[in-house]
């Protein structure tokens, strides 16, 4: 069984920058993927970028290339996703997810971390 815990959401205005982290299980940076998605309120979710286990990086969606950035911390068992420009429609549940694959819906997922872009 894979566990996701993420963190750092928040309140935060145009222009921030904030980084959200995803804490896996042991090993599960070695073995599975790791894409991060969002969801607004009334909206699908959308999958934004994704790590494989050999560090391949996959953008899924154009509105965050050259803004959101994904890093692994083997030692921390830790995915990071860095966002940069917010903007107010990046306002979303955060959540990351692990699969063998870089997918549009992930085997395990965890709860999220809300974030917040308002002035």
């Known amino acids: 069984q894979v566990h996701l815990v993420e963190s750092g959401g928040g309140l935060a205005q145009p222009g921030d920058s904030l980084t959200l982290s995803c804490a896996a299980s042991?090993?599960?940076?070695?073995?599975?993927?790791i894409g991060w998605f969002r969801q607004a309120p009334g909206k699908g979710p959308e999958g934004l970028l994704c790590?494989?286990?050999?560090?391949?990086?996959?953008v899924n969606l154009d509105e965050v290339k050259g803004r959101f950035t994904i890093s692994k911390d083997y030692a921390k068992n830790t995915v990071y996703l860095h966002m940069s420009g917010l903007k107010p429609e990046d306002t979303a549940l955060y959540y990351c997810?692990?699969?063998?694959?870089?997918?549009?819906?992930?085997?395990?997922r965890g709860r999220g971390t809300q974030v917040t872009v308002s002035s």
């Open positions: 042991e090993a599960t940076l070695d073995t599975y993927a």
């Open positions: 997810g692990a699969d063998w694959t870089c997918i549009q819906t992930m085997r395990f």
């Open positions: 790590i494989t286990n050999n560090d391949q990086i996959k």
